[in-house]
């Protein structure tokens, strides 16, 4: 029997959006009806997708549990995104929040084919309980035409293309070149770098992490002008310390370790300016918008002047550890102390707005 204090979910998820894509029908979609109708659908527009099985396996799941249980079982699809990776796993983050809300579900038997188990797992369980999970595989013929013809139907899929042809054609391309200019080793050396930054994109979804940048760029640049060139100015001054702590070393006759600590020196405080102004930004942009100083402002002020403050008094230490400077060794542990204490006071600070629900969604 299943157990009556929690309904329980049994959940397809349709991680690339096939569903939507496919049939127009947006997730999440709840109910045995429902789930019938985008399943016949998704069917009938393509009868070999993966998905129409994993759906009709979550039906027919649903409906053996119904027997025993009238009131606590319900089936749901959710549907990611095209774009697979950090896009489609918060779209189905928001619809799984979004059904758990509307039947007060505690529990959950995942239907999958298995391929995407280790991504969508982590989502559905941080939310609910896993009473169990389905794999759902489909039958194959295995004679030589039936693998021919999955070789093929692989093929045609652009996502397939993407992370299988791009890389084989880019290997080839660039051998082809190094072989025709006998330049081999030079080609090896080029081909590693290249793979080495495709596998670090693919792994870490660098591709929608940029672009999600550039997007976020865009709308501060049309709907948040100020913070646009606020945060233009402190990338400006951070470079211009860089700048100067380059001037310090080229131009230091003393040891290479103490050069770096010129470097530092020089560049330092052009680094805490640009990085408050940086911080700065976003709370101008409230302060001018709704005529009040944001709990924000406080915190990170005191934080950054604790930073401020202790690195500056590490770096008085080393340099009079290391007999290049002049500073009063118990001036500089009264500044580290201090730097420590205001780091402790702006983190308490910090919990004590967030627990208060003041500063949530300030910074």
Not at 9 to 30: A, H, M, Y
Request: with cysteine; hydrophobic share 50%.
């Amino acid at each position: 029997m299943v157990c009556k204090m929690g309904k329980v979910l049994v959940i397809c998820v349709d991680r690339d959006d096939d569903v939507g894509r496919k049939t127009g029908i947006k997730g999440p979609i709840i109910g045995k009806d429902n789930n019938v109708r985008a399943a016949v659908a998704l069917a009938i527009a393509d009868p070999e997708d993966a998905d129409v099985n994993t759906m009709f396996s979550a039906i027919s799941i649903y409906d053996e549990l119904k027997k025993d249980d009238k009131e606590s079982i319900e089936v749901v699809t959710l549907s990611g995104d095209p774009k697979v990776g950090v896009r489609s796993d918060k779209e189905i983050v928001r619809q799984i929040e979004e059904v758990i809300s509307k039947t007060s579900a505690t529990s959950a038997i995942l239907v999958s084919d298995g391929e995407e188990d280790e991504f969508i797992y982590p989502i559905i369980s941080s939310r609910l309980n896993i009473d169990s999970v389905k794999r759902v595989y489909i039958r194959q013929n295995a004679s030589v035409e039936g693998t021919y013809y999955l070789i093929t139907k692989a093929l045609k899929d652009p996502k397939l293309r993407q992370k299988i042809i791009v890389p084989i054609a880019f290997i080839l391309v660039i051998l082809g070149m190094a072989m025709w200019f006998n330049v081999l080793h030079v080609g090896v050396v080029v081909l590693s770098i290249i793979l080495g930054i495709y596998m670090l994109v693919w792994a870490y979804s660098l591709d929608d992490r940029v672009i999600n940048a550039i997007k976020d760029i865009k709308e501060n640049a049309t709907e948040r002008t100020l913070s646009f060139t606020l945060s233009i100015v402190a990338l400006t001054i951070f470079i211009v310390g860089c700048i100067y702590g380059y001037k310090g070393y080229e131009s230091s006759t003393i040891s290479i370790s103490s050069r770096y600590l010129v470097f530092f020196s020089n560049g330092f405080w052009w680094w805490i300016i640009s990085i408050w102004l940086y911080e700065m930004a976003g709370t101008v942009e409230i302060i001018l918008e709704e005529w009040r100083v944001p709990r924000a402002f406080w915190v990170i002020n005191i934080t950054l002047m604790a930073i401020a403050i202790t690195f500056w008094s590490l770096y008085s230490l080393i340099s009079a550890t290391l007999g290049y400077g002049s500073e009063v060794l118990p001036l500089i542990y009264i500044s580290l102390i201090l730097g420590v204490s205001m780091s402790v006071f702006a983190a308490m600070l910090r919990i004590y707005f967030k627990q208060k629900g003041q500063i949530e969604n300030e910074i």
